[in-house]
């Protein structure tokens, strides 16, 4: 019986670096929007079908609802440089 050939191929393209990544205590919400992080690194997420608007600081646990009221279906979410959240 013969082996099997192997063989191997380099590659010229460079390997990705690796992410920072932290996964987001953010499941099991509705459906999630617009997204945008603050200088500071707070991270906030529109749930398009609650309406609701989360934050989200470095290091916390879980997300903390915004008191925005009268929202109907909104889609984005900005920050200025002041920290001032739109909706």
Same mark, same amino acid.
């Given at each position: 019986?013969?082996?099997?050939?192997?063989?191997?191929?380099?590659?010229?393209?460079?390997?990705?670096?690796?992410? +920072?990544?932290? *996964?987001?205590?953010?499941?099991?919400?509705? @459906?999630?929007?617009? !997204?945008?992080?603050?200088?500071?690194?707070?991270?906030? !997420? !529109?749930?398009?079908?609650?309406? *609701?608007?989360?934050?989200?600081?470095? +290091?916390?646990?879980?997300?903390? @609802?915004?008191?925005?009221?009268?929202?109907? *279906?909104?889609? *984005? !979410?900005?920050?200025?440089?002041?920290?001032?959240?739109?909706?």
């Amino acid at each position: 019986p013969s082996k099997p050939s192997t063989s191997t191929v380099a590659s010229s393209t460079p390997a990705a670096p690796s992410l +920072n990544a932290t *996964r987001l205590p953010i499941g099991g919400y509705g @459906e999630l929007g617009g !997204v945008a992080v603050s200088a500071t690194g707070d991270v906030y !997420v !529109v749930d398009i079908s609650t309406p *609701r608007v989360y934050r989200l600081a470095p +290091n916390s646990a879980a997300p903390v @609802e915004l008191p925005f009221r009268g929202l109907s *279906r909104p889609k *984005r !979410v900005s920050l200025d440089a002041a920290g001032s959240v739109y909706v």
